[in-house]
């Protein structure tokens, strides 16, 4: 079983920046790729971005190309979301997820992921 946690979520003003972290309980090496969700309420689950099982391969979305980076590092088996030039429209509550052992695509599809973390929340404000 894999366990996650997501951490960094916090209020800032539009324009600012916010760096989410996601912990995995896997020690070593990772093989299987992670993702970045989040839901604002009363809205559908939307992917953020995804990040394959070394890193080399990663995809987001339109919504937040160009202002959203994802990261890995293995070796501390954790995943990160650099946000900047943050707008009131990504307010939600950000998930990390998790494929299964030997997932090592990307991925933007909810089911693909086996593993979530509880969310974190991000606030930006006008």
């Known amino acids: 079983q894999v366990q996650v946690a997501e951490s960094g979520g916090g209020l800032v003003t539009a324009g600012g920046s916010l760096r989410l972290s996601c912990a995995a309980s896997?020690?070593?090496?990772?093989?299987?790729?992670m993702g970045w969700f989040r839901q604002a309420p009363g809205k559908e689950r939307e992917f953020v971005a995804s990040?394959?099982?070394?890193?080399?391969?990663?995809i987001d979305a339109d919504s937040v190309r160009g202002r959203f980076t994802i990261s890995r590092d293995n070796a501390k088996n954790t995943v990160y979301l650099q946000m900047n030039s943050l707008k009131p429209e990504d307010t939600g509550l950000y998930y990390c997820?998790?494929?299964?052992?030997?997932?090592?695509?990307?991925?933007?599809?909810?089911?693909?992921?086996?593993?979530w973390g509880q969310g974190t929340q991000v606030t930006v404000s006008s």
């Open positions: 990040i394959s099982w070394n890193g080399a391969q990663t």
């Open positions: 896997q020690r070593g090496r990772s093989w299987n790729a």
């Open positions: 997820a998790a494929r299964r052992f030997a997932d090592w695509a990307i991925s933007s599809t909810i089911s693909d992921y086996a593993y």
